[in-house]
């Protein structure tokens, strides 16, 4: 596996590497994740972390004996030099883009598209297989020049046994906010969006707004907006958790939100669901998908403060059939038990 983000962060791709190599492992896979780094190799929960100083020590430990590279994310320099090593060794090279992330200013916008260009396309064209989460995912990788049989579309998943053993050790615990809430989880940084989800919490009754995620740089703006709009008893702000704590929040809340301005397929509504939420939701990415394929959903136009009020009420009243059948959905179409299998064959090459 290779990503240039990992010990010390773990946002949605991170979450999703850590979660697909354990279960790899469990089956057998000598499963190592090459991160940017300068920490000693350790090992985590079956499989093994090796922080690479530079590209020249990526290149050298991919070349001294992997099977197979599977690189995640497009537009990294550590990524794209993972798979032109093992392209050019002749090892097998699968390729996991998460999400073609749009927006920002316009000289970022013209150097994503001179990255999408060159490096992105050399990606697609050039690797084995290309692992697609969603269909919104597939169509943006066909966009950069993805040869349409190299794709195959295995979305993000969970670890349905961890989250189970997590629900049974936790049940019947109480959490550190005790009045109903809305939870938001992901990182303080501008394409979530969180800002929006405060100024809408002015208009929501009776129940609170919790945010956890790790600070990219917006967390500062996030607690102005708090102050400046007195909401400072009505949203909450738990910065760094544990993985208990994190379960925690997700048995104990009333719903999942994103106000995102882009996703590939959050691991956030998946784990929600998990936990029999339903989620309410900016309609991009992957977001609409899940609620194609049957989960308890409502998806709003971003920025439409309107619509997101209107959507809080609409999932309020969603049947605990609907909640029950949105973790069924989980447990049979997106659990890497189910998943990582699938992956062993597109490593294999039997696909």
């Known amino acids: 596996m ?12 991170e979450r999703y590497i850590y979660s697909l190599s354990s279960e ?10 090459c991160a940017s780094g300068k920490a000693a190799c350790f090992e985590a929960d079956g499989f093994r972390v090796r922080n690479v100083p530079s590209l020249a020590d990526l290149r050298a430990f991919i070349r001294r004996g992997a099977d197979v590279v599977h690189a995640h994310l497009p537009r990294k320099l550590f990524s794209f030099e993972a ?24 000289l970022k916008k013209m150097g994503k598209l001179a990255v999408d260009r060159t490096f992105t396309r050399y990606s697609l064209r050039t690797c084995d297989v290309v692992v697609n989460l969603t269909p919104q995912d597939q ?9 349409r049989a190299k794709s195959i579309i295995v979305p993000n998943s969970v670890s349905v046994r961890e989250l189970g053993a997590l629900e ?17 989880v992901g990182r303080f940084d501008r394409v979530k969006n969180i800002d929006f989800l405060v100024r809408a919490q002015r208009r929501i009754r009776g129940r609170a707004l919790v945010l956890i995620g790790q600070d990219d740089g917006e967390l500062h703006v996030t607690r102005a907006a708090i102050a400046r709009l007195g ?9 760094s958790v544990d993985r208990e704590t994190l379960v925690s929040a997700y048995m104990n809340a009333t719903a999942i939100v994103l106000s995102s301005r882009w996703e590939g397929l959050p691991t956030v509504l998946i784990e929600g669901l998990y936990f029999k939420k339903p989620f309410v939701a900016s309609a991009v990415g992957g977001n609409s998908w899940l609620i194609q394929r049957g989960a308890p959903g409502v998806t709003f136009p971003l920025d439409d403060e309107d619509a997101y009020v209107a959507a809080i009420e609409e999932i309020a009243k969603s049947p605990v059939s609907a909640l029950a059948a949105g973790r069924e959905l989980i447990v049979k179409e997106f659990s890497w038990e189910q998943n990582a299998k699938r992956l062993m064959h597109v490593y294999s090459g039997d696909t």
């Open 2 to 13: 290779a990503n240039k983000l990992f010990t010390g962060y773990l946002g949605g791709v």
């Open 231 to 239: 909401l400072s008893d009505r949203v909450h702000i738990l910065e």
């Open 24 to 33: 790899l492992a469990r089956l057998g896979v000598d499963v190592v994740v």
């Open 83 to 106: 798979l032109r090593s093992a392209h050019g060794a002749g090892i097998r090279t699968v390729f996991t883009p998460h999400a073609f992330y749009p927006g920002g200013s316009p």
């Open 139 to 147: 169509a943006d990788s066909f966009r950069n020049g993805l040869p």
């Open 168 to 184: 049974e050790r936790l049940e019947g615990q109480s959490f550190s906010i005790a009045e109903p809430y809305l939870l938001h």
